[in-house]
């Protein structure tokens, strides 16, 4: 039996000793009152709370031989409801189900309060190993996926949230928070359901950026056209990664220990131009001085056509446009950030 049966047999289960209880309340209630005319409705109400609970205090008027079978019934009764009713809480708590409950609306809050964060549909292979890159570069990241199985996985990891559902459905990616999401990676094994959730994704968020895995090269396209940045192929990265380790190995583990391990020491990392002090718009990258000022080196740019250049010319006047990609470690990183927002140059 998987954990949502679980849950709901134990809902039932509880749903059912409540009923029990209340209708011992009405029965007791309705039978004090009907007799002993004395009685009114609070005193009946007293008299069968103080009875099923066996407080024992002494009845509100005195009662006749019926009365006082009448409560020997209800309190032989209330013995075996609450019997169950304790049962129930007791299986309730034991299986889990309050703590995981309690977690999960924890976790849906958190959600809500989430901006700039990332969505990873599908926690398999390609998608758990995104999730544990994702937040060793400090981001935020809320998985979906269906299975229970996997939704178990997750809840491994505590810096994890999580959605469970189908990522294809609005209103799962809906509760994952997609209108604050800065990208979404859709790591599904099968390419249709990837094609579906680009779609909905980007007609729920225009400006998100989409990753996703395909399986099949053929897919590619539709995966573009459905509104994917970028397309993944695993397999044909694995293989690529192979080749080079055999004609380039030096090289590709250079550059590993510099994306894979980069929290680290060296970090790979992009700044944005943005924010660019005035004083620095129309000035050179040889005027910036990074190497001196920073300790970090841009070692390429994209320009404003969305053109990657490569070893930069220090030449190349700075643009608010520019995003530069910046080679060095957190201080030195730190250090460039604060540089470009200067007011005024030293």
Known sequence: M?????????????????????????????GFMFLNDAYTFIDALYMTVITITTVGFTEVHPLSDTGKLFTIFLIF????????LASAVTRFILDGVFRRNLKDYRTVRSIEKLSGHVIVCGFGRNGKQACLELMAHGENVVVVDSEESSID??????????????ATQEEVLHKANISNA??????????????????TAREMNSTIKIISRSEKSQSDN???????????MPDRLGGQQMAKLVAQPDIVE?????LLQSTKGVNLVEVSCLELANCFVGKSIRELNVRD??????????DEG???????????????????????????VYNLKQLLVKDILE
């Open 77 to 84: 009764v209330s013995f075996g409801i609450f019997g169950y």
């Open 153 to 166: 996985n997750v809840r491994l990891i505590p810096e994890l949230l999580f959605v469970q559902g189908d």
């Open 182 to 199: 800065k990208a979404l990676i859709t790591a599904i094994p099968n390419d249709a359901e990837n094609v579906y959730v680009v779609l």
């Open 222 to 232: 539709k995966l573009k056209r459905a509104g994917a940045n970028n397309v993944i």
């Open 2 to 30: 998987n954990k949502q049966k679980i849950w709901e047999e134990n809902i039932r289960t509880l749903s059912i000793a409540m009923s029990f209880l209340i209708l011992a309340i009405l029965i007791g209630t309705g």
């Open 306 to 332: 969305g053109a990657y250049v490569y070893n930069p010319s220090p030449e190349i006047v700075l643009d608010k446009s520019f995003h530069l990609f910046v080679l060095g470690n957190k201080e030195q």
């Open 293 to 302: 000022k920073s300790g970090a080196n841009i070692i390429g740019l994209k």
């Open 254 to 258: 250079f550059l590993d220990n510099i």
